[in-house]
């Protein structure tokens, strides 16, 4: 389904009672809602499940220029808005980890309990020449020009001998998305700051990060800052925690929320 934010429509998918507590999930930058595949099946009997596609990403529709994480969070207060969900739980992956964090942060009467995975506090300067290398590199090449660069980045070695099926699907994902949508999420990626206000957070957080995550740190400190909350590392898992070791990922998310 779709709905309208302002001069786009954003592509989203709802499973589960709808007498249920909603539970949001947003994604990393390059994929999409089956991202949370294995997530709905454990998790739509127990909540009203929302999950949606960034701008520029899936079937939402895409913009040109910079986007800001800021900019994203607004885009998730504007959807939250549409459906009338006055309240919802929070889950985030990366970028997607990143926006719900800051939503709420800015609405923190909007979120139940809060999920953030696999995000660091701040782009670095390394960090942010690494993505405006990437831009360069879909502009010339489009996205394939990142997939094995990304895939290695993202999985353990482990995963990618093993030659599994989640590989092949994130990278179609990634090839499934637009130019202008990674340019734009990259410069987000390259410019955000996620630590002021952190230490006034009251809303419920657990963090989480695959083991073998590069930003599993981050991630850590990320929870440190942030007062009463809880941090948990998944297991045999990278960046994309929830698709290495979803048993894992699954069984953190429901103790928690």
């Known amino acids: 389904m ?17 007498n249920l507590p ?20 454990p998790l739509s009997s127990r909540f009203h499940c929302l ?25 998730l207060l504007a959807l939250m808005d549409s459906l009338r969900i ?21 609405h923190p009467e909007r979120i139940d309990k809060l999920v953030v995975c ?9 960090s942010a020449r690494q993505w405006l290398d990437r831009i360069d590199l879909v502009s010339a090449g489009g996205m394939d020009a990142i997939v094995d660069e990304t895939i290695g980045r993202w999985f353990t070695k482990e995963t990618l001998a093993a030659n599994s099926p989640i590989v092949e699907k994130v990278s179609r994902m990634i090839r499934s998305t637009s130019v202008s949508g990674f340019r734009g999420s990259a410069n987000a990626l390259s410019t955000f700051d996620l630590r002021p206000d952190l230490a006034n957070l009251k809303v419920p957080t657990l963090f989480i990060a695959g083991e073998q995550d590069a930003v599993v740190g981050g991630t850590r400190v990320l929870s440190e800052t942030v007062p009463n909350s809880k941090f948990v590392a998944i297991p045999n898992a990278g960046h994309l925690c929830n698709l290495e070791n979803p048993v894992d990922f699954v069984s953190a998310l429901t103790e928690f929320l």
């Open 2 to 18: 779709k709905s309208r934010i302002g001069s786009i429509e954003l592509n989203y998918v709802v499973d589960g009672d709808p």
């Open 22 to 41: 909603w539970l949001i999930f947003s994604n990393s930058v390059a994929t999409d809602t089956s991202l949370w595949s294995e997530q709905i099946p």
């Open 51 to 75: 999950r949606y596609d960034h701008r520029g990403h899936g079937l939402s529709d895409a913009t040109n220029g910079k986007y800001s994480i800021e900019m994203l969070s607004e885009d």
């Open 86 to 106: 006055a309240k919802a739980s929070l889950v985030g992956i990366s970028m997607g980890g990143m926006t719900v964090l800051t939503l709420a942060k800015r």
């Open 118 to 126: 696999d995000c660091g506090p701040a782009a670095s300067p390394a």
